[in-house]
C-alpha cells in the first residue's frame, strides 16, 4: 500500500490551484477499488491539466476506468471523488 500511494503521490499535476478543480468533471485514469486508491485525471476550462490520486467518496464503491468523477474535495494530497451519475445510480 505505501509503494502504491508513494506512485501515486508522484503524478503529474499543473494545475495552478487544487481548489480551482473542485465540481470539476474528471476522468478515472486508474480504477479505484473499494477502500483503495486509483488516480484521476482533471482538465480546467484555461485548458491545464493535472493527475491526482483519488479514493471514493464511498468506500464501498468500485469506479472503473474511464468512468467520469466530480472531485468533491481534497484530504492532504488525496483527491476524493464520486461518479458523475451517482445520483442516477441511487435513484434507479
Known amino acids: 500500500v505505501q509503494y502504491l500511494y508513494g506512485k501515486l503521490k508522484k503524478v503529474d499535476s499543473s494545475v495552478n490551484s487544487r481548489e480551482e478543480l473542485v465540481m470539476y468533471t474528471g476522468t478515472i485514469v486508474n480504477t479505484v477499488l473499494p477502500g483503495g486508491l486509483g488516480t484521476v485525471s482533471f482538465t480546467t476550462l484555461k485548458g491545464n491539466s493535472g493527475t491526482y490520486p483519488c479514493r471514493s467518496e464511498d468506500p464501498a464503491l468500485r469506479i472503473e476506468q474511464g468512468r467520469a468523477v466530480k472531485l468533491l474535495r481534497f484530504e ?6 464520486e461518479p ?3 445520483l442516477e445510480e441511487k435513484y434507479r
Open 76 to 81: 492532504k494530497e488525496i483527491a476524493v471523488v
Open 84 to 86: 458523475e451519475d451517482i
